[in-house]
């Protein structure tokens, strides 16, 4: 069974690869209450994808699947804007 620790590891993981090719003010911070979508958020929509696709392969490597994050997320309905909401999500699907 996977538990949500693994899912926020495995974002924790993708998060730091993804800083590691963004400008200094464009850095993902720590913490579920990050934005990474919409208002307040400090990436850009090529940073979104780029975090997304890191996060799917991370979670695909730490548990075995991970859902296509980037086409799903892309539409505000599903309400993820922040890391917390995001590892809630994921940790839902698989």
């Known amino acids: 069974m996977v ?13 730091r690869h993804t800083n590691e090719t963004l400008p200094a003010d464009g850095k993902i911070g720590p913490g579920e209450q990050e934005r990474i979508l919409g208002d307040g958020a400090k990436i ?10 890191a996060i799917e392969q991370e979670v695909d490597a730490a548990v075995g ?12 309905a599903a309400g993820v804007t922040t890391i917390g909401q995001l590892v809630d999500y994921v940790a839902g699907r698989v």
Request: aromatic share 2%.
């Open 3 to 15: 538990n949500r620790v693994q899912i926020l590891d495995a974002v924790n993981i993708a998060i």
């Open 44 to 53: 850009d929509s090529l940073g979104f994808v780029t975090l997304m696709v």
């Open 65 to 76: 699947k991970c859902p296509s994050l980037v086409e799903e997320l892309a539409d505000p």
